[in-house]
Each structure stands twice: as structure tokens, then as C-alpha cells.
T-cell receptor, first 111, second 112 residues
């Protein structure tokens, strides 16, 4: 079983709607979880990270973590065309540890 | 605050050659990690450096090696290049004790 699983997409969402991106992971020892955004041909950009169960909000972004279900999600409210990108779910086991990435979900916001 | 920088931006090499990629960490960050990202895949961890020592390595052969310098900058060296080494090479920096890492713009390596 892959360590971090994401639907590759593409996920198409109308402009102004909520985009919901999901991720599951296999190792219950995972400590911290990240969402990176990657535009085509560019490097990943960290947009959110979460350590504790529950929700964490930052502007239009909300990360949700459920360690019992081994599930992480990212909600993007009021989606904009500029949100069209690949979203990488990632985790690590400890501070200073390598980050393990999923393959990413392609998000397409329809104008 | 200066972010992570990498050089060169693009590079084309021939199979069997050697390549050196460079990274300068973000100001205040003393830990550098290198990742390889093949097309359509997530980044894969190569290794990490802290205090000029390798501090963890992924599933990459010994022909991938690295260095960290006293100013926390780092190099990734790849010997005997293979076609499958064609990828985006990413450097990420972080302060020691952090969970999160911040990526530089990457070096696109093409091996022909």
C-alpha cells in the first residue's frame, strides 16, 4: 500500500465554489501533514500544514485532519482560476524528517 | 528575507556524464533536503544535510552524493548519469527542529 494516496484528477470545480481535495495515508505514526501547491513547471509551494486532529483555517484554505481515519483534506473556498494547479498531499514522521509526498491531484477551476 | 535559490535552472547532460546542482538555503535555515521529481510524480526524498553531515537518505544509489557547506548551502552531485535521472531536482530548507520545509525553484535536468 502506498504511503500517501491521492486521486490524480483532474478535479473540475466552477469558479466561486468550494474545491475539496482528499488524501489518505497508511502509517499511523505520521505526525504532521502538509498541502503543497504546484503550478505546471514550477516547484511546490507550502500552503498549509497541520499536526492536530480537527480543522485549521488560513484565509480561503481549510485543512482537516482525522488521524483515526488516516485522512487529510484541503478545502478551498471561493475558488479562483489562479487556484488551478496540482495539489500535493505530504507527511512526515518527526521533526527534521524527510517529507513523503503523494502523486498530487490536478485541480481545474472553470471560469 | 531571501528564499531558497537553486542553480542552474536548466541543464542538459549526456548519459554517463556527471552533474553538480547547487542550493542556497533560506536565511536562518540550517537544514537542507534534496528531492527528485519525475514527471507526473510527487517529489522523492534523496537525502538531507544538517551541520555539514548527511542526516538521512532515501532509496537512491551511491552515485547520488551531496555536500553542505558552513554557510548551509549545499550541492547535489550525480555521477554516471542515466536517462532515468531526467527530472526536476528540488532543494528544500528548514530550520532545525521544524516539521515543514520550503522549496527552491528547482533545477530541470535532462539526460540524453
Amino acid at each position: 500500500q502506498k504511503e500517501v494516496e491521492q486521486n490524480s484528477g483532474p478535479l473540475s470545480v466552477p469558479e466561486g465554489a468550494i474545491a475539496s481535495l482528499n488524501c489518505t495515508y497508511s502509517d499511523r505514526g505520521s505526525q504532521s501533514f502538509f498541502w503543497y501547491r504546484q503550478y505546471s513547471g514550477k516547484s511546490p509551494e507550502l500552503i498549509m500544514f497541520i499536526y492536530s486532529n480537527g480543522d485549521k483555517e488560513d484565509g480561503r484554505f481549510t485543512a482537516q485532519l482525522n488521524k483515526a481515519s488516516q485522512y487529510v483534506s484541503l478545502l478551498i473556498r471561493d475558488s479562483q482560476p489562479s487556484d488551478s494547479a496540482t495539489y500535493l498531499c505530504a507527511l512526515n514522521m518527526n521533526r527534521d524528517d524527510k517529507i513523503i509526498f503523494g502523486k498530487g491531484t490536478r485541480l481545474h477551476i472553470l471560469p | 528575507e531571501t528564499g531558497v535559490t537553486q542553480s542552474p535552472t536548466h541543464l542538459i547532460k549526456t548519459r554517463g556524464q556527471q552533474v553538480t546542482l547547487r542550493c542556497s538555503s533560506q536565511s536562518g535555515h540550517n537544514t537542507v533536503s534534496w528531492y527528485q521529481q519525475a514527471l507526473g510524480q510527487g517529489p522523492q526524498f534523496i537525502f538531507q544535510y544538517y551541520r555539514e553531515e548527511e542526516n538521512g537518505r532515501g532509496n537512491f544509489p551511491p552515485r547520488f552524493s551531496g555536500l553542505q557547506f558552513p554557510n548551509y548551502s549545499s550541492e547535489l552531485n550525480v555521477n554516471a548519469l542515466e536517462l532515468d535521472d531526467s527530472a526536476l531536482y528540488l532543494c528544500a530548507s528548514s530550520p532545525w527542529g521544524a516539521y515543514e520545509q520550503y522549496f527552491g525553484p528547482g533545477t530541470r535536468l535532462t539526460v540524453t
